[in-house]
């Protein structure tokens, strides 16, 4: 049994023989001049407590006979038989330092005076050393708890040797690396990848945090502003000019569609036949990629018809006109190609270096119109007419941009987002 403890200026490590008695470690010690226990602790020599120091040393446990009687002599190898002490550290100001070669290969380790000490601190499952683990992922040398620069809080270690994995996730994960590769070629064999996912999900290896009430006020208030903004436009639309309306709607959009990084105003494309095509908006996103925005002021009657031709309600000339535009710049996007992302990428202003903009099925977003006055019917048939071009782009009223912005306060106020 290994036992752990501080002891005044000195951290304790008390190994309790349970078979075969001392000698293999005295032995092991002076013929060898160190030796290794459960695959983590590395003493010599010299860090066998001696008979002065078990004397002066006040055991910092309810067990005040657990270091054994003292000896007649000084020998630090003459202590009785069912137990013998190392020093594994020394007090150094508020920390225990373990020297390199003791628990790790290349780090010391500083553990803070205040901690719990226990052997699971050091080794995990399967006497996996935990420190020398550790080391891997570090240049510097290793602290927990307190207050030092770049300490592991003690919490977060112990959570962290909680997430070691034991011998059942190691086997389900080294039989779903095999059988995802065998199974191709091999019929009947298990599925162990649903296996250890399945053994993850219960086991909760991640712990996420909910980053939900952190944001929500701010969310909240966000699309607050947003809904007071676009409710005020359209009740004073008559007070914009086109530029300016296009101005105000394009911060809307790109607020209510963050995926958007960039929106470049009058772009210039070239036709295959060299003439000149200017793009009103085109948006950009974070991987480059392109879309086309058509900003259009609200007038009424401009989306679909009062009357109907075959029992249809039929688009407006204003909306069908827009959609054609759309189809137009697409098609000449995509035949653009990769000279027109080269040309495009040299060309706009404000990418950051190496950003490439992207040509690669380039859609579409339309804004314009009211809904808020169409009838059953008509708003029936202006659904046929959106899905009719889902494929190629999206075509929003005003009124959808409200009640989108609405459904977003809902959401954010009422949480959680995710259902479990």
Avoid: C
């Amino acid at each position: 049994m290994i036992k752990i403890h501080p002891a005044k200026n000195k951290l304790i490590l008390s190994y309790e023989y349970t078979d075969g008695g001392p000698g293999w470690v005295k032995e092991k010690l002076k013929e060898d001049g160190e030796f290794t226990l459960r695959r983590t602790f590395t003493f010599q020599a010299k860090d066998v407590l001696d008979e002065k120091e078990r004397e002066i040393i006040e055991i910092a446990s309810d067990d005040e006979d657990y270091l054994g009687e003292t000896a007649d002599d000084d020998d630090p190898f003459d202590q009785d038989d069912e137990s013998i002490s190392f020093v594994l550290g020394n007090l150094v100001g508020e920390y225990y330092q373990i020297e390199k070669g003791k628990v790790t290969y290349g780090h010391n380790v500083f553990l803070h005076k205040d901690i719990d000490f226990d052997v699971k601190l050091f080794v995990s499952h399967r006497n996996i050393s935990v420190f020398s683990k550790l080391e891997h992922f570090t240049k510097s040398d290793i602290y927990i708890g307190g207050d030092a620069e770049n300490t592991i809080p003690e919490i977060i270690m112990w959570d962290l040797i909680k997430k070691f994995p034991n011998t059942h996730q190691k086997n389900l994960y080294e039989g779903s690396v095999i059988t995802s590769i065998i199974r191709e070629y091999v019929d009947n064999i298990p599925d162990y990848r649903a296996k250890y996912e399945k053994y993850l999900n219960k086991r909760q290896t991640v712990k996420t945090s909910d980053l939900g009430p952190l944001l929500r006020d701010q969310e909240i208030h966000k699309f607050i502003l947003i809904l007071d903004k676009l409710e005020l436009m359209l009740k004073q639309q008559t007070g914009y000019s086109e530029l300016q309306w296009q101005e105000e709607i394009l911060t809307i959009i790109t607020l209510i569609y963050p995926k958007y990084v960039y929106a470049f105003k009058n772009v210039q494309l070239k036709r295959k036949d060299q003439t000149d095509l200017y793009v009103d908006i085109l948006l950009v996103d974070s991987g480059g990629y392109s879309d086309i925005l058509e900003i259009k002021k609200p007038f009424e009657s401009v989306i679909i018809t009062q009357a109907t031709y075959r029992d249809n309600h039929i688009p407006y000339r204003e909306l069908t006109g827009t959609v054609m535009q759309i189809e137009k710049y697409i098609y000449h996007l995509n035949r653009w190609g990769a000279d027109g992302e080269k040309i495009l990428t040299q060309k706009l202003s404000g990418l950051p270096q190496g950003f490439e903009v992207k040509l690669t099925n380039p859609g579409g977003l339309v804004i314009m119109g009211r809904d808020n006055n169409l009838s059953a019917d008509q708003k029936g048939d202006f659904e046929v007419v959106k899905r009719k071009y889902k494929n190629i782009m999206d075509i929003l009223t005003y009124d959808e941009l409200l009640r989108r912005l609405r459904f977003m306060i809902e959401m954010w106020t009422k949480k959680p987002l995710i259902e479990s």
